[in-house]
């Protein structure tokens, strides 16, 4: 197989119809970071725009439209929160950032962030998650997935009430939470990676929502673990 192929499909890629670059903004206050990050992005990837704090984080997003926003959490002007209530309802935002802290990653999910990476993941990690972000699948690192887990257990359950989700719905939501793709949700259930795609259709469904980040956050409030 040749590099670029293996790209292809440690992506995903192939066979889902999804494009074969994703354009990107890079949002921190420090350029040599954002330098950084650029070089490890590779071929796929198409940096369209770049900031220094979050209202022009919020420019550059508004005025080219990207399919991705790369976004450290800690910057001037209110930092990628900001950033993620402004615009995570138009674009895929994933906060790259160095705090492990779990009420960083629940408030980013809150806010509206769909990924949440820390910045010493490797750069064939980085950019396998970023492309999935960008194709809209929620992204963790997963040394933060312990934190989700964590906070279903420490959430109350909602009493009474029908259950809106069938046992296999939950199941699924339970692998988008932890940050697993497709793929990997159809290995862990035996089913294909379309149905599960299905599954997340019919869940956004039921709910209401209109952003796979949103399962995350639903997810968090009624405890499904």
């Known amino acids: ?11 995903g890629q192939a066979g889902r119809g999804w494009k074969s670059h994703v354009t990107v903004v890079l949002a921190d206050d420090h350029p040599i970071w954002r330098s950084g990050v650029r ?3 590779g071929d796929n990837f198409r940096v369209v725009g770049e900031a220094g704090d979050a209202d ?4 550059v997003i508004e005025r080219t439209s990207p399919d991705l ?3 450290d959490l800690a910057m001037p002007g209110g930092g990628g929160l900001k950033v993620a209530r402004t615009c995570g309802e ?6 790259l950032t160095v705090s492990e802290a779990e009420r960083d990653l629940l408030d980013a999910v809150a806010a509206g ?3 949440y990476l820390v910045k ?6 980085l950019r396998d998650a970023l492309w999935r972000a960008a194709h809209g699948e929620p992204v963790f690192s997963p040394q933060l997935a312990s934190l989700v887990l964590g906070e279903f257990r420490r959430l109350s359950r909602e009493a009474g009430g029908a259950q809106p989700l069938s046992e296999r719905e939950r199941e699924v939501l339970q692998h988008v939470a932890r940050g697993h793709t497709y793929r990997e949700i159809g290995e862990q259930l035996y089913i294909s990676p379309k149905t599960v795609e299905n599954h997340v259709r019919n869940i956004l469904g039921k709910l209401h929502l209109s952003r796979k980040q949103e399962l995350v956050r639903y997810a968090l409030e009624h405890g499904i673990e």
């Open 1 to 11: 197989m040749s590099r670029s192929d293996d790209r292809v499909d440690s992506a």
């Open 39 to 41: 070089a490890d992005l």
């Open 56 to 59: 022009e984080a919020i420019e």
């Open 69 to 71: 926003v790369i976004c």
């Open 90 to 95: 138009r674009t895929n935002i994933v906060m």
């Open 113 to 115: 962030a769909s990924g």
């Open 120 to 125: 010493s993941t490797r750069p064939e990690e």
